[in-house]
């Protein structure tokens, strides 16, 4: 496994690679759980080579705090990737990023940034957008792999990749969670005893979620889950939302030709959790 802190040292390492190498590209903040190694593994299936990016990203952070907190584990991180053999690892600074210039571009997804994270997070998906954008250019991959837990996230990726044109096929994959049904998160690490044991109703309410919406309208739903957390004084909802998984609006009424996805955000103590499900 090779390590590179350089863009000008990936980057000739990539050159150098045989024509018609694929490349497989993990964006990640590091503190990586199962649910990144799985995201690993689907690109190793695919790809020749493998490429993981380990790198806390300022400009999507809207409050400090959160980002002095994010947990920092590279050693950890280097060894879990070292074990199930990623090829190649980029541990960038922050410096070597944005050339001293620690600010995000404005980028326009058509949308799709207003909604839900975007009511919450002021700017958030401009530093995603820009992060991404920047290690697209740096590492060149074929394939790039995101987990649909952040699925807001996801559909702003590929709108990205479409509007620049950036000749890279964006896939998303599946949440991996734990066996109580917590979506894997470096967060949850973050989390006390009490909070961690109760942090799966977040994941057993979206799944009352789904089967209601079987039968009963959006709003319905909506008043449901609000309900069900008034119930559990351990865990604050930010939002819970019904929304078009191609334009991510929230819905009141169904079209049987379009697809759907319950989307939630919870406050445990000061964590925040995020999670969803297909409808």
């Known amino acids: 496994m090779l390590v590179f802190a350089k863009i000008k040292s990936i980057q000739q390492k990539i050159k150098s690679l045989k024509k018609g190498t694929s490349i497989g590209f ?63 690892v980029f541990t960038p600074t922050a410096e070597e990023i944005y050339s001293n210039n620690i600010q995000s571009q404005s980028f326009n997804f058509d949308g799709l940034e207003f909604q839900m994270e975007g009511k919450f997070r002021d700017g958030h998906f401009d530093g995603v957008g820009t992060i991404v954008k920047r290690l697209f250019e740096i590492v060149t991959p074929h394939k790039s792999y995101f987990g649909e837990k952040d699925f807001q996230q996801l559909q702003i990726i590929k709108k990205m990749v479409e509007k620049y044109q950036i000749p890279v096929k964006v896939i998303g994959c599946d949440i991996f969670r734990e066996k ?12 006390t005893k009490k909070h961690r044991e109760v942090a799966p109703f977040i994941y057993k309410t979206l799944k009352k ?71």
């Open 26 to 88: 993990v964006p990640t903040m590091g503190a990586l759980h199962k649910g990144h190694l799985s995201l690993i593994k689907q690109a190793k299936k695919e790809n020749d080579i493998v490429v993981v990016s380990i790198f806390v990203n300022p400009t999507q952070f809207d409050k400090k705090e959160d980002l002095i907190n994010y947990p920092k584990t590279i050693d950890t991180d280097l060894s879990l990737l070292k074990s199930i053999y990623c090829d190649i």
């Open 209 to 279: 979620a789904k089967i209601e919406f079987g039968t009963k309208n959006a709003s319905e739903i909506v008043e449901m889950v609000e309900n069900e957390f008034k119930k559990q004084p351990l865990l604050e909802l930010e939002y819970f939302e019904i929304a078009d998984e191609e334009t991510l609006q929230s819905i009141k009424n169904k079209d049987q030709k379009r697809k759907y996805r319950a989307f939630i955000a919870i406050f445990a103590n000061k964590i925040r959790l995020i999670d969803n499900i297909s409808l």
């Open 180 to 191: 109580d049904g917590l979506a894997m998160s470096s967060r949850n690490s973050r989390l």
